[in-house]
């Protein structure tokens, strides 16, 4: 932790709810990224954290844009500082209803285009801004207010997605793990060209567990395997090391899932789906990265 | 230089004058060659512009948001259903005080799909706050495009422009056009409010009930301001350059009982219509409204006015029509013609002044009400 610097780009006065754990990766991300740095925020809970005008907790600029316009407002952003011979770092910083759902087309066309960005999708499962709605990446089973009796389809792969636009560099991260999400930051932008990363962000009013184990909550995550960390750096895939013990022996799903009132009352086949998912990702991933495909 | 060229290779050649730091844009007929145009321009190494061929308008919008925010120049084009699909983004330009320019083909919208003229796409993004003006020949495709980014980029207006032009009637048909040396005519782009890593600010924030509405009346009163700067803007690019605009373009108005407002080139194709009427006797003028945003002050004591609407507000009424008779208390005939290319002649729009009944409205070629 020494590692990360003491400067503060977002300030202690954020409106975030307590516990929240997208607002302490934004902080991570902004000290991995440093004061030559634009974010460009669509609607979701970053614009509330950020403030009521005229009052404001970001320390550089941010550039508020609509729902579905992160990807392409960024575009033209990064476009003009080529044009003026201006090196500044473009991050977006967009929820996963922005991203998967609203936001995929902008997202998609940004990166076919080749465009110098990063574009950082921290994903609470849910439509926070809003009340948590499902969304896309809202899991299998998941309540929601939209979903009341549980989300009846599986998490949408926006992962595969984004490789599909073969980026120089992709990666996943998680807020439990924040010094890996900062080497990450300062990874992604040292190269030039689109690039994508994917943080699993856990929300307690969303996924109903207590404030105090939002940290727990993420760690769960990786060591049940249900979330993987992992960097692609030009098609190569590469385990980070938290996820690689847990991929040998993941935790009993139980243990992330009996923690959380947006899980209450589970079917057993429902359980045994996500199960199976699980063990499906692991295996693909273990065998992608020993070179058997 | 003189050359012959259409309405939408006007509009290039004058974007490539202005040189943009980024163009942002996605193809539509009938603007396609606006955008294929200024690919070309910057492929050859003639215009040096970022180009960026987004995947939607709405994303051409976002695109010259970010850019303009970014600091430069930027300009984009589209046409009917691509300015209805870039609406949201159309409001954010404006409400976040951007000067960008865009050149609006002006087409009907499905369905049935037309690709032909009507007013209709404009008109759906009349309150969105950015400045419209509308031409009706080639040359003049090419000067309002250069004033256009002057205007927009005034530190008294700093709003976007939308320039328009008739699908078709105008964006592919073939007149003369002298182009210019701009000179020192557009000053460098320069936006007070431009993203700047060294002065972190923050833009379009959530801004509560006790401070948006000053940012609405901000909007409203550079709209207001803008009156002054066109006019200028209009004065200077006559003294350099010898062809002088105005709020309307006027013709045989002194003297005229009844006077015709049109817009775009059925504005045009009214002069014809009014020597015709004259001929014959009856004192007629025309009047083409070029601005419809900041609308102009009209003067027409005591005429009669006829008004043609080449779009319609369902449940309401010819939007101009109605735009005229509540800034000026005359109750115009109004007549709904030229709806997605139909075709109407000067011979029609004298036919339209011959046989006027003041304050009632017709639509041309349906004789009943069925
Ligand atoms: C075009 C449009 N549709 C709907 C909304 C309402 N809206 C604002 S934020 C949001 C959900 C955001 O969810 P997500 O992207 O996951 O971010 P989070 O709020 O969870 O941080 C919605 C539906 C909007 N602002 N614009
Ligand atoms: S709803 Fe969740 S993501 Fe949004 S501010 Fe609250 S804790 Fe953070
Ligand atoms: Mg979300």
Redesign the pocket.
């Known amino acids: 932790m020494s590692a990360i610097p003491k400067e503060e780009y977002l300030f202690k006065c954020t409106s975030a709810c307590a516990g929240c754990s997208?607002s302490l990766c934004l902080r991570y991300v902004l000290k991995a990224a440093g004061p030559d740095s634009v974010l460009v925020v669509p609607?979701?809970?970053?614009s509330v954290i950020q403030g009521i005008y005229p009052g404001t907790a970001m320390n550089v600029p941010v550039y508020n844009i609509?729902?579905?316009a992160a990807a392409a407002c960024a575009s033209g952003l990064s476009n003009a500082l080529a044009a003026l011979g201006k090196e500044t770092n473009v991050i977006v910083y967009?929820?996963?209803?922005?991203t998967v759902d609203?936001g995929i087309q902008a997202l998609s066309g940004a990166f076919e285009r080749g465009t110098d960005f990063l574009y950082i999708c921290y994903d609470?499962e849910?439509?926070?801004?809003?009340g948590m709605q499902r969304?896309g990446a809202t899991p299998l089973g998941a309540r929601t207010t939209t979903t009341p009796g549980g989300k009846p389809t599986a998490k949408k792969d926006l992962d595969r997605i984004v490789e599909a636009h073969n980026p120089p560099y992709m990666a996943t991260a998680c807020s439990a793990y924040p010094l890996d999400l900062y080497k990450k930051v300062k990874k992604a932008l040292s190269i030039p060209g689109p690039k994508f990363i994917h943080i699993l962000a856990p929300c307690p009013p969303g996924w109903r567990y207590p404030t105090e184990k939002t940290v727990e909550m993420g760690k769960l995550a990786v060591k049940t395997g249900t979330w993987i960390l992992y960097e692609r750096e030009f098609g190569k895939l590469t385990i980070n090391g938290p996820s690689k013990a847990a991929m040998k022996r993941p935790a009993p799903l139980e243990e992330y899932i009996n923690g959380q009132g947006r899980f209450k009352n589970l079917s057993p086949e429902i359980m045994d789906e996500m199960r199976q998912q699980v063990e499906q990702n692991i295996q693909r991933l273990s065998r992608e990265e020993a070179g058997v495909c | 230089m003189l050359t012959i060229a259409t309405g939408n290779k006007a509009v290039a050649a004058a974007v490539k004058a202005a040189k943009p730091g980024v163009i942002a844009a996605y193809p539509i007929t009938p603007q396609t060659e606006i955008v294929e145009q200024i690919a070309e321009y910057v492929t050859a190494g003639d215009l040096k512009s970022q180009y960026i061929p987004v995947e939607s308008e709405h994303s051409a919008m976002a695109a010259c948001i970010g850019a303009s925010a970014g600091g430069v120049r930027t300009f984009t084009a589209t046409s009917s259903h691509g300015l209805l699909y870039m609406h949201?983004m159309v409001h954010w330009a404006a409400g976040a005080r951007l000067p960008i320019v865009m050149a609006n083909v002006n087409r009907a919208l499905g369905p049935g799909w037309n690709t032909w003229a009507e007013h209709s796409d404009a008109f759906s993004q009349r309150d969105t706050g950015w400045l419209q003006v509308f031409v009706s020949t080639v040359q003049e495709a090419y000067d309002a495009t250069l004033m256009a980014f002057k205007i927009a980029e005034h530190e008294d207006v700093l709003l976007p422009v939308m320039v328009n032009l008739d699908g078709f009637a105008l964006s592919h048909i073939m007149q003369s056009l002298e182009t210019v040396e701009i000179g020192d005519f557009l000053p460098a782009y320069h936006l007070p409010h431009a993203i700047d890593t060294e002065n972190p600010l923050v833009y379009g924030p959530m801004t509560g009930p006790a401070d948006y509405f000053r940012f609405r009346w901000d909007i409203e009163r550079s709209m207001r301001d803008a009156r002054g700067v066109i006019a200028d803007v209009e004065r200077e690019f006559a003294e350099r350059f010898g062809r002088s605009y105005g709020p309307t373009e006027d013709y045989r108005c002194e003297d005229a009982d009844v006077i015709v407002i049109a817009m775009g080139t059925l504005g045009k194709e009214a002069e014809v219509a009014v020597d015709r009427l004259r001929d014959e006797g009856i004192k007629a003028g025309s009047m083409r409204l070029r601005w419809f945003r900041p609308f102009p002050d009209l003067d027409l004591a005591r005429r009669e006015v006829v008004v043609i609407d080449r779009d319609y507000s369902f449940g309401f009424g010819g939007v101009l029509a109605h735009a005229v008779r509540s800034k000026t208390g005359i109750a115009p005939y109004s007549v709904i013609a030229g709806l997605g290319g139909q075709e109407v002649t000067y011979n029609d729009i004298a036919d339209f002044v011959r046989n006027r009944h003041p304050g009632e409205e017709t639509w041309f070629g349906v004789s009943d009400h069925v």
């Open positions: 997208s609607a979701c809970c970053t609509a729902f579905a967009a929820g996963d209803g922005g609203i609470n849910a439509y926070g801004n809003t969304s | 949201e």
